[in-house]
DNA sequence: TGTACATCAGTGAACGCGCGTTCACTGATGTAC
DNA sequence: TGTACATCAGTGAACGCGCGTTCACTGATGTAC
């Protein structure tokens, strides 16, 4: 008020409202999260949403949408800053899975929970953000999981492997401070996917 | 009221509550669960459950509790059905594990969430019963790793391996319904632990 | 440059809803004698 | 076996709360001329 204009418009509410609902997530879990919270939080009156998002479901949506983004660029950047060797490449997606799963939990097993909407549906653009942000994100991990499959077809997909045991990983061990399973301290990821021992089939 | 005279006292409404609490789970996701709800199902007012459960936290604990006493069941029935060799043994586990994964969808899922009980704390028998089921299931998965553990110590248990990949499979392709991943048709879970290549120390 | 006006993104009051919780109560159960 | 009584597990009304949603409104913005 002091040192800003006091603005009857926004300027960027809808994307104001996003980044309140995952800190929201983040702090207090998922049922943390409402319109009229959020909107306190951007500081705005709790009517104000809904010029925004259509129910509180679309305004999940968007949150998922955002999450997917992030962890998509969490991947990319680990995996940037690798070396360009399949094997080191497929460790540093891992490495950004994980750091993701670290530094939004809460969203994080949001966004592969089945959303209650019983009934209630998406309209068609939101739904179609959704699914094109979360297969970005699987594509990634994806990608890095081709040089490794195998023509032996033996029916199971690298990726299958690597996703489950990634995803495991993080669901079970990347609580905010946790460093210890009932069987003693945690490995890192970077221990573990050796065992794999993924082959690739790109001769060097 | 026809058929069966209509009692005051209910006979064993904690029982009711907690079946009621894991049908609405199963029927409707965490959401769904309210005093109110359970009550009703059970057939009883609203304020009934005052009598048998310090507040939500308190049913939802219970019902997480019955949640990991299904768990073990269902691991156990399987090994039951299973060969001795420590081999098969441990591929009941994991369908045990999965069967569980796949029938009690949402009280899986809810189970492994940090439940938000921000500063809102369990009495101390409640947490030691909820502390006591899930150990024993671990326990059970930990068992059936046991004869697979290295003496090498490469600093990654067997367990852990097996737990994640197991749990993240449930987690990702556990769904009702579920029979495609983004990548095509979902393998059995018998097709993927063989991948691990684990050993048996025990010479046969 | 100035004016008229449509559009848009806010406000704040009001609504009904389901929720957890409390309260005085009531009727069944179990026990002492 | 019968009676008195404490205990216990229900009932139904009532409360306040946070929620999503609606509504008439208002003030800023952008555009046509």
Redesign the pocket.
């Known amino acids: 008020m002091t040192e800003q204009k006091r603005?009857?418009?926004?300027g960027n509410?809808r994307e104001a409202l996003i980044t309140a609902g995952l800190e929201l997530m983040e702090q207090g879990g998922p049922d943390a999260l409402?319109?009229?919270?959020c909107a306190k939080r951007a500081g705005?009156?709790?009517?104000?949403p809904?010029?925004?998002f259509n129910?509180?479901v679309s305004l999940q949506a968007a949150i998922i949408a955002r999450g997917y983004q992030k962890f998509s660029a969490s991947m990319r950047r680990a995996a940037d800053q690798a070396d360009a060797a399949p094997q080191a490449q497929l460790n540093a997606i891992c490495a950004g899975y994980i750091d993701f799963a670290r530094s939004h939990t809460a969203v994080f097993k949001f966004m592969f929970q089945p959303h209650n909407n019983d009934s209630q549906t998406l309209d068609a653009t939101t739904q179609e953000e959704l699914d094109r942000d979360s297969m970005a994100s699987y594509q990634i991990l994806r990608d890095a999981c081709a040089p490794f499959e195998h023509n032996d077809a033996q029916g199971v997909s690298t990726e299958i492997m690597v996703w489950s045991l990634v995803h495991g990983y993080a669901m079970l061990f990347c609580a905010p401070g946790k460093t210890e399973s009932p069987s003693g301290p945690i490995p890192e990821f970077s221990q573990i996917l050796p065992k794999l021992k993924l082959k690739t089939n790109i001769t060097p």
């Open positions: 603005h009857h418009h926004h509410l409402s319109l009229r919270k705005v009156s709790h009517a104000a809904a010029h925004h129910g509180l």
